[in-house]
């Protein structure tokens, strides 16, 4: 037999085949039939038969007709109320009482991921708030969860501004970003922000004008003042009092409780504690500046000398000045050589100006 022999394409899993469908629908409504035959080589027919079953399971919801149908995630379960702010609200009995229920039948690790973000943010509100009323909505796809929390209190970036004497509130949300920040150390470590951020796929943080987005390894720090910045319809919210915390986490993640702490703790350590933290530089800057002088430098410096490694994240900074890079590489380094100082997403002029200021160290 002379030619080639043409073979048929192979079909993917049904299950990764649902979990982009599931993954993608959001954004491709109307269209979400030819984005997957496109992505994975196949029809459109055979596509079509992926959506007819996952409507008929309740994962998805279709409208309209055949040839303008428009699909969408199907609410598998929700639910919203509000509760009076008292020391004797308790976290853990409005989990078990009222979420975790909603909840069942989720992976393991991600019911273990939102029993800890909700139970943390919730006893924020309860013992840092101030407020008189906290307001819970929580929804549930086949593709994601999401738990809203919003308090009546005098506001998270506030409050912190004012116990730490900061000049600005924006401050605030670089402080936080660093972990171990309280502003009641006696009761707290100051951990349950900083590691909820990092389970969740997006956490979002908002307080009058300023809000925090963390997405992944990535955090934005926004500012409703400055209308220039890319505030997406999420996040353009009026400026309100009090504190909201959004959590999204999806159903299919394989991230676990023991994986992000173990990202920032050292084995080695007796207690297994808390000792190594990774900062976005970018935070440290406000509105359109640059990262050029010493003053912003001590800035994100702050509080560096609670931990054993700090990790420097460049993403989003193109450039940085020779002061600025001077400060944190080498002035820092030599008044607390305990503290091992690492960077990463490092543009080449900023890598250049890191590697000059360790050199003039080594000649201090």
Sequence with gaps: MTGSTRRKATSPPAGELETFILQQVLEHPDDIARITAEHFGITRQAVSRHLKRLVEEGKLQASGATRSRTYDLAILSEDAFSLDVSPALDEHEVWRARVSSLLRGLPKNVEAICHYGFTEMLNNVVDHSEGRSV?????????????????????????ITKALDLSDERLAVLELS??????DPRRHSGEGIFF??????TFYLASGPIRLLCRGSKSMLLDAREPWLPVQDLLALDPREGTDVLLDISTQSERTMESVFDRFSDSLEEDYGFVRTQVPVSLAR?????LVSRSQAKRLLVRFERFKEVVLDFSGV???????????FRVFPLDHPGVRLSWLNATSQVEKMIRRAIAARGES
Excluded: C, P, Y
């Design 135 to 159: 307001t819970i909505a929580v929804r549930r796809t086949a593709a994601s969860v999401v738990i809203l929390i919003r308090d009546d209190g005098v506001g998270i970036f506030r409050k």
């Design 178 to 183: 660093k972990g171990k920040l309280t502003t």
């Design 196 to 201: 909820t951020s990092r389970m969740f796929d």
């Design 286 to 290: 406000f509105g359109e500046e640059n």
């Design 318 to 328: 193109e450039t940085v000045g020779q002061a600025f890079a001077d400060e944190i």
